[in-house]
């Protein structure tokens, strides 16, 4: 029975197949995608994701473990550079396996194994915010447009009594042409009114207006001529004094 035993044997022994995919995975890293068949790229890649994982912590042991495993140094130390930059946001599917179809000849199935590319989320992120706020902007002054308005309405609610419909900017000067004219026409029936006796006088009345019209200035000539005399009176007085 076959228990405890990963990975898969594909007709080889076991040194030919470590060499091989050994070999592989150094392929792989060094061009970041290769073609092969489909069996062999899913055995890929659970060597290429240890390789990975040892990149990422990225200590002097894990670069001598990738180093008994992979062939060529330059390789090891590029992975080993870029591999927190390029796979640190992710823990696991490193790679991934797009199926080609049928190799010609033997039409065994073929697939192609690639390094996975991770894109910067962070400033898709940002972009987004910002339209976002930039969006924001105009609502929140539409908004406060509004308030102000409403307070406007509500006061003009308030002082204008019901039912009377809104002027135009014609109606308002018309009424303040009018409003300048009143004044005259209501001193000149004011004029009218001291000079036409009231409604229920009759001809008596009417003469008896000028009479009295006329009493003052008698009073005024009775105090002139009381003074005339008076003053006669003291310089007929004082003339006897200096006889």
């Known amino acids: 029975m076959r228990h405890r035993k990963a990975g898969l044997r594909l007709n080889r022994t076991p040194s030919h197949r470590n060499a091989m995919f050994r070999n592989m995975v150094t392929s792989l890293f060094k061009y970041e995608r290769i073609r092969t068949t489909g069996t062999r790229a899913k055995e890929l890649r659970r060597w290429a994701d240890h390789i990975i994982?040892?990149?990422k912590r990225g200590d002097l042991h894990a670069r001598r473990q990738a180093l008994a495993i992979v062939r060529e140094?330059?390789?090891?130390?590029?992975?080993f550079d870029t591999a927190n930059e390029r796979f640190g946001s992710l823990s696991g599917g490193y790679t991934r396996i797009v199926k080609l179809g049928r190799r010609p000849g033997d039409a065994a199935p073929i697939s192609m194994i690639e390094l996975?590319?991770?894109?910067d989320t962070k400033k898709k992120k940002s972009k987004k915010k910002k339209v976002k706020a930039e969006a924001a902007k105009p609502v929140v002054d539409q908004k406060a447009a509004k308030k102000e308005t409403k307070?406007?309405?509500e006061a003009t609610s308030?002082?204008?009594?019901a039912g009377k419909v809104k002027e135009t900017a014609s109606e308002t000067d018309k009424k303040v042409e009018q409003g300048a004219d009143a004044p005259v026409e209501e001193k000149a029936e004011?004029?009218?009114a001291q000079d036409l006796p009231p409604k229920g006088d009759t001809g008596a009345e009417k003469k008896e207006k000028p009479a009295s019209k006329a009493a003052p200035e008698k009073?005024?000539?009775?105090?002139k001529d009381e003074k005339a005399g008076a003053t006669e009176g003291d310089a007929e007085s004082k003339e006897a004094k200096k006889e």
């Open 151 to 153: 307070p406007e309405k």
């Open 158 to 161: 308030k002082t204008a009594p």
């Open 53 to 55: 994982t040892l990149a």
């Open 190 to 192: 004011d004029a009218d």
């Open 219 to 223: 009073k005024a000539g009775k105090e």
């Open 116 to 119: 996975v590319v991770v894109q």
């Open 73 to 79: 140094k330059d390789v090891v130390h590029k992975l």
